[in-house]
Nanobody, 123 residues
Framework: QVQLIESGGGLVQAGGSLRLSCAPS????????MAWFRQAPGKEREFVAT????????YYADSVKGRFTISRDNAENTVYLQMDSLKPEDTAVYYC????????????????RGQGTQVTVSS
């Protein structure tokens, strides 16, 4: 069973940057579509970004478009989420997820999921 492990979360001031990483244990993820989701306190989990394995196509939620960048390094077996111009409303637990075929915006459809990493943006 593949386990996804996120890292890179922390506390940052508004306007700052963080880079999250996600790596699997147990297998390579080079053939998986990968995505990031987030869940703020008292809110439902929401889609952030996705990247396909075959073409590297990316798709972003409107709330992060132009500020966040998802990328992958198949040689390093890692997917990244570069977060710039962070806002207090970006505060959430961030989760990565993967699926062999699916690359949409519904978290429940992803087969592989991580435990999450906390991102806190102070004003």
């Amino acid at each position: 069973q593949v386990q996804l492990i996120e890292s890179g979360g922390g506390l940052v001031q508004a306007g700052g940057s963080l880079r999250l990483s996600c790596a699997p244990s147990g297998r390579t993820f080079s053939s998986l579509n990968m995505a990031w989701f987030r869940q703020a306190p008292g809110k439902e989990r929401e889609f952030v970004a996705t990247i396909t394995w075959s073409t590297g196509n990316t798709y972003y939620a409107d709330s992060v478009k132009g500020r966040f960048t998802i990328s992958r390094d198949n040689a390093e077996n890692t997917v990244y989420l570069q977060m710039d111009s962070l806002k207090p409303e970006d505060t959430a637990v961030y989760y990565c997820a993967g699926h062999r075929y699916y690359s949409g915006t519904y978290y429940a459809h992803y087969s592989y999921r991580g435990q999450g990493t906390q991102v806190t943006v102070s004003s």
